[in-house]
């Protein structure tokens, strides 16, 4: 485990608070530290409408950071994953002038994610839509496996199942799927 001695956080702490921002930050689905064919781990991952993606890469240390920049996807940035892209460490670990062009900056201070410098928006290329997908899909395997037998569509469909096992209406308390709200289901620009 990574600890900054300064503050205390662990990497794993850190990344918790990432997929808290993400969520707060709009973005309906979010993974953190899944593998992608790129061989990139993103600590975490969020996807907003639109297909547009928001990646954040939490460092405790300097040398963290620093490492980072080595990564091939950092050498070659249109390998790399996120429409938007932030770093997220404690308070003075790294200044904005040394961020890679277009990415944001995120602190963790006083217990609060605050955004430093904003990110660009456009920094995902086709290449990078495409290891984005590879990493869903992957994803959804993985819980495929850990539901077996039944497939995610199966899955999906149970509120069917419990409308079945109730005589044709669902438990109160439940909303029909057509009926639940999902930002990634309404027309939009293609990804």
Not at 29 to 56: F, N
Not at 158 to 169: F, I, L, Q, V
Request: with cysteine; hydrophobic share 40%.
């Amino acid at each position: 485990m990574r600890y900054n001695v300064s503050v205390g956080m662990t990497h794993a702490q850190l990344v918790a608070k990432a997929v808290r921002w993400l969520r707060s930050y709009r973005c309906g689905v979010v993974l953190s530290e899944q593998a992608c064919v790129s061989g990139e781990m993103p600590d975490a991952i969020g996807w907003k409408h639109g297909c547009h993606s928001v990646l954040v890469e939490c460092k405790v240390t300097r040398g963290d950071f620093l490492a980072d920049r080595a990564k091939p996807f950092r050498q070659k940035p249109e390998k790399g994953v996120g429409s938007e892209r932030f770093y997220l460490t404690p308070p003075a670990l790294v200044k904005i002038e040394e961020l890679p062009v277009g990415w944001g900056l995120l602190e963790l201070r006083r217990g609060r994610v605050e955004m430093m410098q904003p990110s660009a928006r456009n920094l995902r290329s086709a290449t990078g839509f495409r290891y984005e997908m590879n990493l869903l899909l992957a994803s959804l395997r993985r819980v495929e496996v850990r539901i077996e037998p039944q497939s995610i569509t199966d899955f999906l469909k149970w509120k069917n199942r419990m409308a079945e096992y109730n005589r044709g209406t669902l438990p109160e308390g439940l909303t029909a799927t057509e009926k639940e709200q999902n930002v990634f289901l309404e027309p939009d620009l293609p990804c």
